[in-house]
């Protein structure tokens, strides 16, 4: 009885616990190489490549995190800018219709941010404007022109007209734009 005992100490105190293989969960010994997570080399190749997807997965999804965050900065920063142009031209009516009394203004582009990303926070291309005329009448753009050209003048808005270029700037940039229409 004793040395039985005695026995079934040395044999649990003598052998490691099974380990669990990382890929196939089936139980291993790992008692020649502690270090080994996997119970063969076929598992090995197969967990080198979990890694690598994985690996991926983190990377690919910071990127898209990094991508998103700069878009939601632009529409946050649109928001401060509309905004602003909102509270200046507040009481001087629709920039393309003049009237006074609409039940809701918008911003207005005169050059769309498709067209010319570039104006899209440039105040000289940017006017308060009733919603009817913003969302039904594609900005009702001629009258649009003849109301800009009378608030701003022509060499003004010759420089609006003639811009090509596309919005460069980079995310802190697009931030402290935000920030100072916000202020
Ligand atoms: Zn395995
Ligand atoms: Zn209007």
Request: net charge positive; proline share 2%.
């Amino acid at each position: 009885m004793g040395n039985r005992s005695r026995g079934a100490a040395n044999t649990a105190r003598g052998r490691r616990p099974l380990r669990v293989c990382k890929v196939c969960r089936t139980k291993f010994d790992n008692q020649v190489n502690p270090q080994q997570i996997v119970c063969s080399p076929k598992c090995g190749i197969a967990y080198v490549r979990q890694a690598k997807e994985k690996e991926w997965r983190k990377e690919k999804k910071r990127r898209l995190e990094k991508i998103k965050t700069r878009s939601e900065y632009l529409a946050e920063t649109q928001k401060a800018f509309n905004a602003y142009i909102r509270f200046r031209d507040a009481g001087q009516g629709c920039i393309s219709c003049g009237n006074k009394a609409a039940v809701q203004y918008h911003a207005g582009h005169y050059r769309t941010v498709k067209a010319v990303s570039a104006l899209r926070f440039d105040e000289d291309n940017v006017h308060m404007q009733c919603s009817q005329c913003n969302c039904h009448d594609s900005g009702n753009i001629c009258e649009y022109r003849i109301r800009l050209r009378r608030k701003i003048g022509d060499w003004r808005l010759e420089r609006i007209e003639n811009d090509r270029r596309t919005l460069n700037c980079t995310k802190e940039e697009v931030i402290e734009i935000r920030d100072f229409y916000r202020a």
